[in-house]
């Protein structure tokens, strides 16, 4: 592919939160564009380092951040060709136990193998550059320069993702596990204001307790969806794609045996813009009424294109959830829900 036809991004933060980014890019940036541009591994990085202050000790990742593009309306000229736009990260600890971080940020005219990029960057980049860091300290000792070692670890790892760019999309089993929804976020945006509301259960009832250890928190899986759509709306500004904007389509995070993922369709009309999300988490031994991806993709879409009532859906998607909305989009309402829905007690 030519450089002007993705966007690329390889950002890897040490043990000492120490920030080093590689970002492959067409030529014609301006100057102020540059200089935002290195910003963005700070921002891309920022909630992963959020999830290990805010879960109490629990080392939870975020695995990856996928979005959908889509033409804004009456645009037909000059149309950017990028497609896709996906982040994925990888955690490995160091030796002294502490994280390590690296993440690629990826825009792409292909609707990408998420899978085959995200597996490259967990099984072999990360671990070469943690490997590569140890034994070049013992071979060279006080010779060994830190800086230029990460600066080609980062130019190989970006050429081995650039290399793997293009690869059809497969269908992988996990399409077809079986989760349990724990709460649903709506979103909506127009041309003045944004705003976006949780639905869970009952702040008193057993089973948000239950649940608290499958997430990183309440807070945290409410904020996430704004900020990445925010952070890649803007970084496309930066490389002067203006015809499309993003819309986030699925966030992943893990830890250890746990996994929490939050999946979103959206709807654009008169540049009025209105999202439906629901938090999963695999069926376990203390979930039922389970399904997979494809049922809450199609009953989120009801909302959406039939016009059904929410709370219908919301019934029909977990019937235990409660009908009372808690607002995301203002530091009160996040912080009623941290206070309410985050605390064990």
């Not at 349990?180 to 909506?188: F, G, N, P, Q, W």
């Not at 944004?194 to 702040?203: A, G, I, M």
């Not at 499958?214 to 490389?239: G, K, V």
Request: charged residues 25%; contains cysteine; negative net charge.
């Amino acid at each position: 592919m030519k450089d002007s036809e993705f966007i690329l991004g390889l950002f890897f933060s040490d043990e000492y939160s120490l920030i080093y980014d590689n970002i492959k890019f067409s030529e014609g940036l301006s100057q102020d564009a540059e200089s935002n541009l290195k910003m963005i591994s700070y921002k891309f990085l920022g909630p992963l380092f959020l999830t290990s202050a805010n879960t109490s000790g629990t080392n939870w990742k975020i695995e990856f951040i996928e979005s959908s593009l889509s033409l804004h309306q009456g645009r037909t000229l000059d149309v950017d060709i990028i497609q896709s736009f996906f982040n994925i990260n990888s955690t490995i600890e160091s030796e002294e136990g502490l994280p390590t971080h690296l993440s690629a940020m990826i825009g792409s005219p292909h609707t990408e193998d998420i899978k085959l990029l995200y597996d490259k960057l967990v099984e072999y980049i990360h671990p070469s550059i943690i490997q590569g860091r140890i034994v070049n300290e013992s071979l060279l000792g006080g010779d060994f320069v830190y800086k230029n070692f990460i600066k080609g670890e980062l130019e190989r790892g970006l050429n081995l993702l650039q290399f793997s760019l293009g690869s059809a999309r497969k269908m992988y089993w996990e399409e077809q596990q079986k989760y349990y929804c724990i709460a649903v976020i709506e979103r909506i945006i127009d041309k003045d204001t944004k705003s976006s509301y949780l639905y869970t259960f009952y702040k008193d009832d057993l089973i948000r307790k239950q649940f608290l250890s499958y997430i990183p928190s309440y807070y945290i899986m409410a904020i996430l969806p704004d900020y990445y759509e925010n952070l890649i709306h803007e970084t496309l500004e930066l490389f002067n794609i203006t015809s499309i904007y993003p819309n986030v389509r699925k966030i992943r995070l893990s830890r250890q045996d746990k996994q929490a993922i939050y999946i979103e369709e959206n709807l654009v009309e008169n540049g009025f813009k209105k999202s439906w999300g629901v938090i999963l988490i695999p069926e376990n031994e203390f979930t039922n009424d389970c399904n997979n991806l494809a049922f809450y993709k199609r009953n989120l879409r009801a909302i959406l294109d039939v016009y059904k009532d929410p709370i219908e859906i919301i019934r029909k998607i977990n019937p235990q959830l409660s009908f009372e909305k808690y607002c995301t989009s203002s530091e009160e309402g996040l912080n009623e829900i941290s206070d309410y829905f985050d605390n064990a007690d």
